[in-house]
């Protein structure tokens, strides 16, 4: 079981998509590339919803186990 550090972009409070998943760089790291993303953002996009969001994942997923009956 492993763990995988994600950026997530959402418009509001709506998921969009995952912009990137890395298990190669730590937390801190990663939660501070978010931090970094948002702050780039211009404000013509600050209102329209966009925002970067850090999330962690589990490579135990259930989903992707479906495949092995």
């Known amino acids: 079981m492993g763990i995988i550090f994600e950026i997530h972009k ?3 409070e709506d998921f969009q998509y995952v912009v990137a ?4 760089y730590s937390e801190i790291k ?3 590339d978010v931090e970094r993303m948002n ?3 211009n404000e013509s996009i600050k209102t329209m919803g966009i ?3 850090f999330a962690i994942s589990d490579t135990a997923d259930p989903l992707k186990k479906r495949g092995h009956k």
């Open 30 to 32: 990663v939660k501070n």
């Open 21 to 24: 998943r890395t298990n190669k």
């Open 51 to 53: 925002r970067y969001v």
């Open 39 to 41: 702050s780039m953002l």
């Open 10 to 12: 959402y418009q509001h």
